[in-house]
């Protein structure tokens, strides 16, 4: 069986932020405002995000998956370019996105990325809009899509997937335990975190779906480092691969920008997927880091 490829980047927060005029800078917003001007822009480049998406469509994966954090305070100024960068990556039907906490930032515009980048995260069966779980199936995978993406309070960057997307997922994912897929859960929070203002508030539900039901992966963003656990699942243990920003200069305890390929194949009974990571040096050149056979 021929190897198929899928790429996971995350968190791109598209630089540069588009001028934001004042009575857009109420409550969240300020404090996300300040943190841009301040610090965040100095090291979420242009550049980077361009040097690391070259890269990776150089390696021709068969896939691409995006898990979020897409633009910065969900300013309506930042969805056009954001747009226009993920069209860049590819068409929609080889690419997958989800929402980040960021994609959502405030109530007045979290409909806006779905509005958005719909035909990115469509799933196969919808008939009329975009729902949360989606299930899209490319080659031998089964993407499955969920959003923890809700707006918050200032200074938390919570996810949530609330009753009914987890219900939904149930039913989901049983269906799809009887189906010879490589199956692929896509969500923007990590599973497991020690932050209280970081956190998915309900991730002990899902580790409970996903003990029941399993999955081959799980990709995720949201904490900007590279980053593996392993989840409890039906017979086997579920690796659980995060991966920094996109965008990202190496700043504090951050790594620089770096994206992750999985080359997944069958053999036999078995599935066999080896992880190859690969990002930005210190001469701002993509190079191969480390490959790991997870599978």
Not at 139 to 152: Q, R
């Amino acid at each position: 069986m021929t190897a198929f490829t899928l790429a996971h980047l995350s968190d791109p927060h598209l630089p540069p932020l588009p001028a934001a005029r004042l009575r857009d800078l109420a409550g969240k917003r300020a404090l996300g405002y300040l943190n841009w001007t301040r610090n965040r822009h100095k090291y979420h480049r242009r550049e980077v995000l361009d040097a690391l998406v070259a890269d990776m469509q150089a390696q021709q994966p068969d896939h691409v998956a995006v898990t979020g954090d897409l633009v910065n305070l969900a300013l309506e100024a930042e969805f056009s370019p954001a747009q226009a960068w993920l069209e860049s990556v590819g068409a929609a039907q080889h690419v997958t996105v989800i929402p980040g906490n960021h994609d959502a930032y405030v109530r007045a515009t979290k409909h806006r990325f779905a509005g958005t980048f719909g035909d990115y995260l469509r799933g196969d069966a919808a008939v009329d809009g975009v729902s949360f779980p989606f299930v899209r199936r490319r080659g031998p995978l089964a993407l499955i899509g969920v959003s923890s993406a809700v707006p918050t309070l200032p200074l938390m960057a919570t996810g949530t997937l609330g009753r009914a997307q987890l219900d939904a997922l149930d039913g989901m994912l049983s269906q799809l335990s009887s189906e010879h897929a490589f199956r692929v859960l896509l969500v923007h929070h990590p599973l497991q975190s020690d932050s209280r203002i970081k956190r998915l508030t309900d991730s002990r539900q899902l580790r409970a779906l996903l003990k029941r039901h399993g999955v081959e992966l799980v990709l995720h963003g949201h904490d900007h480092i590279h980053s593996t656990m392993w989840l409890e699942g039906t017979d086997r243990q579920i690796p659980a691969i995060g991966v920094p920003s996109a965008s990202a200069l190496a700043h504090r305890h951050y790594p620089a920008a770096a994206y992750n390929l999985f080359s997944i194949t069958r053999d036999g009974d078995q599935w066999r997927c080896v992880q190859t990571v690969r990002g930005l040096d210190a001469n701002f050149r993509v190079q191969q880091i480390k490959q790991t056979t997870l599978l």
